[in-house]
């Protein structure tokens, strides 16, 4: 991490443009990449060390972050392709070199990865303070999360003209913190599921202090679309931690420990997708199309399982075997729902019928084929 900023107001000029750029593309960001293979011939994961070149990250007694975090990452690299023959591994960096933030996320989007793992080292002002942690995309819920999120963002601030390229976001701004509570990460329970499994594996396998799986306002996480995690290894503010997370055997229990949870992770997923159809009695026989005539007007609710910038042929074996699957273009991209409802709660039930082949499907309102804002549907039928 780099040096804390304090809070301030931000008088940022872009920061309005920003929040309605967000407003006006918030579908789009909600959405996932492809559907998915039925179950993956190859898991393609991006392994992110964090900082590197004139980023130190954060700075111990006699370390930095940087320096800690490409052989851990390469460690995790090499344990992952040694053990599992249906992973391809891609890193954001290998050498000492410096990675603009938003270009980290971009290689794994350009290589349609199927997971982003992040690794860093964190950083406190009370010298005591210790354990592991790993981050997922989401509102921070409390100040604390606020300043860690703003530590890691605050890279940008190394990179030429981002201002502009990062639509006037202001790492060292509260205020421009506000996006992400706009914000639904596609993945976000496939996130926290992988999280999970890292702070189950630093916990049970090498004895590491558990700090829980948290939430905040990370950039790298919040332009990547596939699920993704950012996970802290240590403090290197702390003289014992900083001198495992050196050590060859630290690295390499932590290395192990990372490994072990995207192995889990990846026998879950890979079971669950090659479940069959279980479906059939719930969703009719005949699809209903959305530019049905006879539904002009109304309001529908349907549960979307993927979105691509790509047209997806519509049959089942693109979708996991789900049948009644709808195309809805929204923003620059397709949406791919399954279902079709006049009852809100209908769909509810469905996207829970559907959750172990789709686990981050959600429940979106339409009308005359268009995405609405789902509150504004639910609002207008309470009035009725």
């Not at 594996?201 to 558990?210: L, S």
Request: with cysteine.
């Amino acid at each position: 991490m780099d040096t804390c900023y304090k809070n301030g107001k931000q008088t940022s000029k872009y920061i309005n443009r920003f929040f309605l750029a967000v407003i006006a593309f918030l579908p789009v960001f909600l959405s996932s990449s492809v559907a998915d293979r039925p179950v993956r011939e190859k898991w393609v994961i991006v392994i992110d060390p964090g900082h590197g070149g004139r980023d130190p990250g954060a700075i111990g007694s006699h370390s930095y972050e940087k320096n800690v975090t490409l052989p851990v990452a390469l460690k995790t690299g090499e344990y992952l392709e040694h053990n599992l023959k249906n992973v391809k591994i891609i890193y954001t960096r290998t050498t000492d070199e410096f990675v603009e933030l938003a270009e980290r996320a971009q290689i794994a989007n350009r290589n349609k990865a199927d997971l982003f793992i992040s690794i860093h080292a964190n950083s406190h002002p009370q010298k005591s303070t210790y354990g592991s942690e790993t981050w997922v995309m989401g509102h921070h819920k409390d100040q604390q999360n606020l300043e860690v999120a703003m530590k890691e963002n605050s890279v940008i601030l190394l990179e030429k003209d981002y201002s502009t390229r990062y639509e006037g976001f202001d790492p060292k701004s509260p205020e421009s913190y506000i996006m992400f509570t706009l914000m639904q990460s596609a993945y976000s329970e496939q996130s926290i599921d992988l999280a999970s499994k890292i702070q189950l594996q630093y916990k049970n396998q090498i004895g590491r202090y558990d700090r829980g799986v948290k939430q905040a306002g990370f950039w790298v996480l919040y332009m990547t679309t596939m699920p993704s995690v950012l996970t802290e290894i240590g403090f290197i503010s702390n003289e014992a931690e900083e001198k495992y997370i050196n050590s060859k055997q630290g690295q390499e229990n932590i290395a192990q420990s990372i490994y072990r949870a995207v192995s889990d992770y990846i026998a879950d997923i890979d079971r669950k997708s090659a479940m069959p159809s279980i479906l059939t009695d719930t969703v009719p026989e005949k699809p209903v199309s959305l530019n049905d005539s006879s539904l002009k007007g109304k309001t529908l609710y349907t549960v979307q399982v993927a979105a691509s910038v790509k047209k997806i042929v519509m049959k089942p074996e693109n979708f996991r075997n789900l049948s009644s699957i709808s195309e809805i273009m929204s923003g620059n991209r397709y949406r791919y729902t399954s279902g079709i409802f006049e009852i809100y709660d209908s769909a509810v039930v469905y996207r829970k019928k559907i959750e172990s082949i789709y686990p981050d499907a959600f429940v979106v309102s339409v009308r005359n084929s268009k995405i609405v804002p789902l509150q504004e549907a639910l609002d207008r039928r309470r009035k009725k």
